[in-house]
């Protein structure tokens, strides 16, 4: 294959995905991207192409992987999931059962559940915070400890950016002794042989794609005081984002490394009632405590409606399912999973778009399941 070429899997019946994914790299729109999808636990699609490097020296190979932002939160979600499964973590207890340190300032009552859904009142940190503070997990979740909430928990969503990974991630360790990018490491991504990092190991480094930023930088979503607050405090870098220091860090919201198809493989857990690669990781009933309804409205922080279940967004009129969840990451990544259709989709490059509306995954996800007679 030429350097650049769209290699990788798929399956006849998704013929026009690939045409797709290959006309947004004819068309500049992607310089390097992975697109796979799952259907009933099988990969059907599986595919990948361009360039690792804005300068289009490396080209994008089967085990590129790159930082893929809040898609990372997806990827927490499961493990907290996984934890409730088992009965190790109760998503309705206060938080504090947990971490004793968090009830300070009168937050006694908040629930893991509403660290899950954005509806906490902890959407970005009150003290002064730098990026490199963000690689410090003790520093980070002390504040957060000691914070008093923005609102009332569990009365409005606001998106919790930066702080939803500390968040939950503390709860984790709290309760298993270990951080989550080793619970992860060990219960999910080892055993389904899955390339997804929360803390990358230095061993991995030179298979990561560079970030190209948006000329225009991130979306703007107004000016209220915890708007502020969350975009600037702290506003990492996208030159930040690609160092060494951010991928070694373990930033459970924001600073996954994988590739397309490490998230779809995870994913299938939950799209197959719990079982991936013939092995059973968590019941039916916990897969669809993800779809639990915790809050709805117009996002304080994002300035757009949403609803969020159990650590997902639940879907919307753009899928055709009811029973989809979904969330993606600054720049474009997007992760979807359709419980209805037991199907997984997943989107990650190295372009980042600078606007919400960004079609490139959702896109692909639409042609897919229009192969699948869905739409």
Same mark, same amino acid.
């Given at each position: 294959m030429a350097d650049g070429a769209v290699e990788g899997l798929t399956h006849d019946r998704y013929a026009a995905v690939r045409e797709v994914f290959e006309a947004n790299l004819a068309s500049g729109q992607d310089v390097g991207a992975s697109f796979c999808a799952t259907v009933e636990g099988e990969t059907v699609v599986d595919v990948w192409g361009g360039w690792a490097d804005p300068t289009r020296t490396r080209p994008w190979t089967r085990d590129t992987i790159v930082n893929v932002y809040s898609t990372t939160k997806t990827v927490t979600a499961l493990i907290a999931l996984l934890l409730a499964d088992r009965g190790e973590l109760d998503l309705d207890a206060p938080v504090a059962r947990y971490w004793p340190e968090f009830a300070a300032n009168g937050k006694?009552?908040?629930?893991? !559940? /509403?660290?899950?859904? /954005?509806? *906490?009142? &902890?959407?970005?940190?009150?003290?002064p915070m730098r990026t490199e503070d963000l690689y410090d997990w003790e520093k980070a979740t002390t504040l957060l400890a000691a914070q008093a909430t923005e609102w009332e928990p569990g009365t409005a969503c606001g998106y919790h950016g930066l702080t939803q990974g500390y968040l939950v991630g503390e709860v984790v360790r709290r309760i298993t002794g270990r951080s989550i990018g080793t619970v992860l490491r060990d219960e999910v991504a080892e055993p389904l042989g899955a390339d997804f990092h929360i803390g990358l190991p230095a061993s991995e480094e030179t298979r990561v794609a560079e970030l190209v930023a948006p000329p225009a930088g991130p979306p703007q979503f107004g000016a209220t005081d915890l708007q502020v607050m969350v975009a600037g405090n702290p506003a990492p870098e996208v030159a930040q984002v690609n160092s060494r220091a951010w991928r070694r860090a373990e930033i459970p919201a924001a600073g996954g490394t994988g590739n397309a198809r490490s998230v779809a493989q995870m994913h299938a857990i939950l799209a197959n009632r719990g079982v991936a690669q013939g092995r059973r990781f968590m019941s039916e009933a %916990?897969?669809?405590?993800?779809?639990?309804?915790?809050? *709805?409205?117009?996002?304080?922080? &994002?300035?757009?409606?949403?609803?969020?279940?159990? %650590?997902?967004?639940?879907?919307d009129r753009l899928m055709p399912h009811p029973h989809t969840l979904y969330w993606g990451g600054y720049g474009g990544s997007l992760a979807i999973i359709d419980l209805d259709a037991r199907t997984t989709?997943?989107?990650?490059?190295?372009?980042? !778009?600078?606007?919400? *509306?960004? &079609?490139? %995954?959702?896109?692909?996800?639409?042609? *897919?399941?229009?192969?699948?007679?869905?739409?």
């Open positions: 006694q009552r908040v629930k893991v !559940s /509403h660290l899950m859904s /954005h509806s *906490a009142g &902890l959407p970005g940190w009150r003290q %916990g897969c669809r405590r993800a779809l639990d309804l915790q809050i *709805a409205g117009r996002d304080l922080i &994002l300035d757009m409606p949403l609803r969020f279940g159990m %650590g997902f967004a639940l879907g989709f997943c989107y990650v490059m190295n372009k980042m !778009s600078g606007t919400v *509306a960004d &079609l490139r %995954g959702i896109g692909l996800a639409m042609v *897919a399941w229009d192969a699948m007679g869905i739409l």
